[in-house]
């Protein structure tokens, strides 16, 4: 498969808990990006990466929330202290920079539930 | 800022009968890209289709057609020949061109193909 991929596609934990989440984009995509969807909205920007360079994020992204890039390849996500509001599904996507439309090649998505 | 605005939250259509998707839009970028998704209930976002603001024609792929008016901001997507498996969340997004942002999503609209 050389689809976006991410692990783990469901995690519940209980308010406090740290969590990490795995992305690992299409082989040749150079930005890796990190939405965040709650039931009945679209998703919603949190922060984007090219190469091994955090370019953007979003004020969603408050200071529990971590993403990282490290080599340019896979990117996790990580909230730390999670509290019930974090409760979303989050969302990978990749794309390459140039290209004919930008168009973002999305992951299935990894489902949070805070208890 | 960039904002999809779609304000039907639920559709339904026969099978085989078109339907028509609404999407507005608010830009101040002079070049844009709209674009539209389908999240089936697995949660993966899929790329439909793409239309570009100094585009001449409107977008077509199959039985998808991006009905574009510039000076209504409007990009409605029209899916000919309805399928079952066409019920799925329908999601306009936006972001300014060439592809250096992020996408700005709607809230969606759901589809619902009947027999």
């Known amino acids: 498969d050389t689809g976006v991929s991410q692990d783990p596609r469901h995690k519940i934990t209980k308010r406090g808990q740290n969590v990490t989440f795995r992305c690992d984009p299409i082989s040749e995509h150079n930005r890796l990006y990190w939405y965040r969807q709650t039931l009945g909205q679209g998703p919603e920007f949190l922060t984007y990466?090219?190469?091994?360079?955090?370019?953007?994020k979003s004020r969603l992204l408050s200071d529990r929330f971590s993403a990282e890039r490290p080599k340019g390849s896979f990117s996790t996500l990580e909230i730390q202290r999670t509290e019930q509001g974090d409760s979303a599904m989050y969302l990978c996507?990749?794309?390459?920079?140039?290209?004919?439309?930008?168009?973002?090649?999305f992951g299935e998505g990894s489902r949070l539930t805070v208890l | 800022a960039q904002k999809i605005t779609q304000t039907q939250p639920g559709m339904f259509v026969q099978e085989k009968e078109a339907v028509t998707l609404d999407c507005t839009y608010d830009t101040s970028d002079p070049s844009y890209g709209l674009f539209w998704y389908k999240q089936p209930s697995s949660g993966e976002m899929i790329f439909l289709i793409y239309?570009?603001?100094?585009?001449?024609q409107n977008a077509t792929e199959g039985r998808y057609s991006l009905n574009f008016q510039k000076a209504r901001k409007s990009a409605n997507l029209v899916i000919s020949a309805s399928q079952l498996g066409d019920s799925a969340m329908y999601f306009c997004a936006m972001r300014a061109m060439p592809g250096y942002s992020t996408l700005t999503f709607g809230k969606g609209t759901m589809l619902l193909v009947s027999p």
């Open positions: 239309q570009g603001s100094y585009d001449q």
């Open positions: 996507a990749s794309s390459l920079q140039t290209g004919n439309t930008g168009e973002l090649f």
């Open positions: 990466f090219q190469n091994e360079a955090q370019l953007e």
